[in-house]
């Protein structure tokens, strides 16, 4: 199976002006290697033009699309383009973006109008001004960006299992990147977390090493980096090895999904002290007096 690392622009010729404008926005992600953006304008003289688009949308993680009525009018869009982007949406994830261009029968259409447009369709990019719709775009690139980065770090987690000692429980990571999706997507929300104390957690074997959790992550440093500092300023002398602490969402930590909670932990060496950093306030009573 192809592996999805693309970013698919999905438009109509007539709309070209709006596809340059696009790719100014994502150029500076593509120089920092963050996204790779594909449109039929890549295609060379002499290359099987179809084929390539078939490959490319094979390559699909996110996919944009520029929606007008020319678009909507497109044969070609509708037929080839369109089926298997929304396959591939329901079935392995693949992000849509639907971008309006100008006014079109976009809410008409079930099967568009259930992905949420970037930009509200009864107001069209058409009918602002510049500032607005460079706005708009500058949003496209920024969210298409995260999403992929999102796709890559779920499939990585989906599809490789990492031979692990830390415990039993954590052969396969596939949970990881969903309750450490906000840590992954702005590492700076470190700054907010609860710093607690605790004398008395000693059953290490089932809590991996944040290391290990996030090994597929492009920004695992950052995020370690980060949670270091926060726990230092907790009172961590900077001793010991930093882990993942799972709670279920059945504990009552404030957490609605059905993951559960993922909680930074380190225990110091010297003294046996534990620190932990959490997203929420922990409502354990022996915790609640301790919140830095």
Known sequence: MTKRTQIFVSYSHADSEH?????????PFERQSLVDVWADTKI????????????????????????????????FVATDELPPLLKAAEEEGVKILPVI???????????LSQFQAVNNPSHPLISLDE???????????????????DFEVKEA?????????EGPLFGNFGWAAEILSEEIRN???????????????????????????????????????NVKNKLLS????????????????????????TWGLAIWFVKQSN??????????????????????
């Open 19 to 27: 596809l340059q404008r696009l790719k100014v926005h994502l150029r």
């Open 44 to 75: 060379n003289a002499g290359q099987l033009w179809k084929r390539e688009i078939e490959e490319a949308l094979e390559r699909a993680a996110v996919a944009i699309l520029l929606i007008s009525a020319d678009f909507l009018a497109s044969d």
């Open 187 to 225: 590492p700076e929300c470190v700054h907010e977390y609860h710093i607690y104390q605790y004398m008395h957690i000693d059953v290490l074997e089932y809590m991996p090493t944040a290391e290990v959790v996030l090994q597929h992550t492009p920004n695992r440093e950052e995020i370690i980096k």
């Open 101 to 111: 261009l100008k006014p079109c029968a976009f809410t008409e259409i079930e099967s």
């Open 234 to 257: 907790g009172g961590w002398e900077g001793d010991g090895e930093i882990q993942i602490l799972w709670i279920p969402p059945f504990i009552g930590a404030g957490v609605e999904d």
């Open 157 to 165: 987690a989906q599809t490789e299992t990492v031979e692990v000692t």
């Open 131 to 149: 500032a607005q719709r460079e706005q708009h775009w500058f949003e496209v690139a920024s969210s298409s960006k995260v999403a992929l980065a």
């Open 271 to 292: 003294n046996g002290t534990a620190y932990m950093a959490s997203p929420v306030s922990l409502p354990f009573s022996r915790l609640l007096e301790q919140q830095w």
